[in-house]
């Protein structure tokens, strides 16, 4: 089994696949923006100020390791929305084993979201590359394309759809 998991400003969306097939489905309405939330509390920031904190940038009074914990206190809000999708399906059959997860959204970028996710499940966890198997032309920034590549897998993958997929 793999598990599909796009985690979004207000949204997680799970698909675990089984042999290519979607097995499980699950949506809550947990997400990012729990993050900015305990960034603008804690430091008194506003909405954009703490998006930007969020992303790793530097702020005049806020350095991102100064930020780091509060990161990985609203992560644990989200990790265990993750936890529960995940227990639940496991719950239903005991080989229901879940060899890894590909992780996709605005969370993949967040710096040791995708670490601690891996360590609070026990699963093994990589960032989704929507452009592997897609020729970009030279012309484009690959590097910033490369770099909010995670953010962009739904719509990658409603691109690529062809008529009768499901």
Same mark, same amino acid.
């Given at each position: 089994?793999?598990?599909?998991?796009?985690?979004?400003?207000?949204?997680?969306?799970?698909?675990?696949?089984?042999?290519g097939?979607?097995?499980?489905?699950?949506?809550?309405?947990?997400?990012?923006?729990?993050?900015?939330?305990?960034?603008?509390?804690e430091?008194? %920031?506003?909405y954009?100020? =703490?998006?930007?904190?969020?992303?790793? #940038?530097? /702020?005049?009074?806020? *350095?991102?390791? @100064?930020?780091?914990?509060?990161?990985?206190?609203?992560?644990?809000?989200?990790?265990?929305?993750?936890?529960?999708?995940?227990?639940?399906f496991?719950?239903g059959?005991?080989?229901?084993?879940?060899?890894e997860?590909? %992780?996709s959204?605005?969370? =993949?970028?967040i710096?040791?979201?995708? #670490?601690? /996710?891996?360590?609070? *499940?026990?699963? @093994?966890v990589r960032?989704?590359?929507?452009?592997?198997?897609?020729?970009?032309?030279?012309?484009?920034?690959?590097?910033?394309?490369?770099?909010?590549a995670?953010?962009?897998?739904?719509?990658?993958?409603?691109?690529?759809?062809?008529?009768?997929?499901?």
């Amino acid at each position: 089994h793999v598990a599909l998991i796009n985690v979004g400003a207000s949204t997680i969306n799970m698909n675990i696949l089984k042999g290519g097939v979607s097995a499980f489905t699950r949506d809550s309405s947990v997400g990012s923006n729990l993050h900015t939330e305990a960034l603008q509390r804690e430091f008194n %920031l506003s909405y954009e100020d =703490a998006e930007r904190l969020k992303k790793g #940038e530097a /702020l005049e009074k806020v *350095t991102p390791d @100064e930020a780091q914990p509060v990161i990985i206190n609203a992560s644990e809000e989200i990790i265990s929305e993750i936890k529960r999708s995940i227990d639940f399906f496991r719950g239903g059959s005991p080989s229901a084993n879940i060899k890894e997860i590909i %992780l996709s959204g605005g969370c =993949a970028l967040i710096r040791g979201f995708p #670490e601690l /996710l891996s360590e609070r *499940t026990g699963i @093994e966890v990589r960032k989704a590359e929507p452009f592997r198997n897609i020729r970009i032309p030279k012309k484009f920034d690959l590097l910033g394309l490369e770099e909010i590549a995670p953010m962009l897998s739904v719509a990658v993958g409603l691109a690529i759809r062809r008529p009768g997929d499901r």
